[in-house]
């Protein structure tokens, strides 16, 4: 087994202790302790993060890092592999709680809009009988699945303060205007959910466009995040068009943007992990080599289970 010394464990500490740490912070967290900036000294930093994720790959766990595709800022942190029975055990969620949980994650991302967001009122208003699965509860004499009384009695308010603790989890998040997203934790954990479940990807990056704006063209199903079309935009001095249409893409450059500089190395790639049967491409309109989120999805209450069963914390379904 790798040994870890007392840097690598302080890393691991910080974030079991204090979430998923903002890029700035996590490389300032490095940079205190080794004395190195990723900047300058890339390799040593990918090194550091490869050592960690050798280690902790024999309990299941790994460091990984992931854009936020509300704010466009990348987060570090570690989540859990696994999405078997026992692992449910260690979360402090109910079932009902778990299975509203889903049904969010669920009613956010089939949102054709891609607004990436869901109101209050919508969120209070799921059904979680919706959540049960037919094979996994016991069946009713009809062949239907028995729906159990605390997902047939989760209350308002009991619903009310489950979204207060998933938001302060950051399992989901309060954008500005008062609506429910997902937290940066759901998207650390729920990479292989969103490709297992097709949510449709963003045309520049490839990855699940939750948030994203979409082709103006009737027909056209492209999308695209935010940050990366504001990317193709500083990139090409211009006005860009859509991948697969050549509709005009509408995205306005503000002066701040187009002044602001853009950082000299890489800042979403994929924390370095031990040995992988297949390495993740690089992110075409990134900094650099991280990709925008980890591949499992694990340390969540229990959420939403992927189809086939990979190891992670939310489990969605």
């Known amino acids: ?23 700035d912070h996590f490389h300032s967290l490095f940079t205190a302790l080794t004395g190195k900036t990723p900047g300058s000294d890339r390799q040593k930093f990918d090194d ?47 079932v009902a709680q778990i299975a509203f949980y889903k049904a969010i994650i669920e009613a956010i991302v089939q949102d054709a809009a891609a607004q990436g967001t869901i109101s ?30 605390a997902l047939k009695n989760f209350s308002i308010s009991q619903k009310e303060k489950t979204l207060d603790e998933l938001v302060r989890d950051q399992w989901l998040s309060l954008t500005p205007d008062n609506y429910i997203g997902l937290g940066i934790r759901s998207f650390l954990d729920l990479r292989s959910w969103f490709r297992n479940n097709e949510v449709p990807p963003c045309e520049v990056c490839n990855e699940a466009g939750v948030k994203a704006v979409l082709c103006e063209k009737d027909g056209c199903s492209v999308r695209i995040h935010q940050y990366c079309a504001k990317k193709m935009s500083l990139q090409k001095k211009g006005g860009r068009v859509c991948p697969s249409c050549g509709t005009q893409w509408q995205y306005t450059v503000t002066k701040a943007e187009a002044v602001e500089e ?5 800042t979403e790639s994929q924390p370095p992990v031990g ?27 229990g959420g939403p289970t992927p189809r086939r069963s990979s190891r992670n914390s939310i489990r969605l379904k």
């Open 1 to 23: 087994m790798t040994e870890l010394n007392s840097k690598h464990q302080t890393v691991i500490q910080a974030l079991l202790s204090r979430g998923p740490l903002k890029e």
């Open 48 to 94: 550091f993060l490869l050592k960690i994720n050798k280690a902790l790959s024999y309990v299941q766990f790994e460091l990984r890092g992931c854009r936020n595709q509300y704010d466009g800022q990348v987060y570090y942190g570690v989540v859990n592999n696994v999405s078997d029975e026992e692992s449910k055990l260690g979360t402090k969620y109910s």
């Open 120 to 149: 209050n009122i919508d969120a209070l208003n799921l059904r979680l009988e919706n959540q049960v699965l037919m094979g996994s509860m016991s069946q009713s004499e009809g062949g239907l699945p028995h729906v159990p009384p």
């Open 262 to 266: 853009e950082p000299d190395n890489p």
């Open 275 to 301: 040995p992988k049967k297949k390495r993740l491409r690089r992110n075409e309109i990134g900094d650099g080599d991280v990709a925008e989120c980890g591949s499992s999805q694990a340390s969540l209450p």
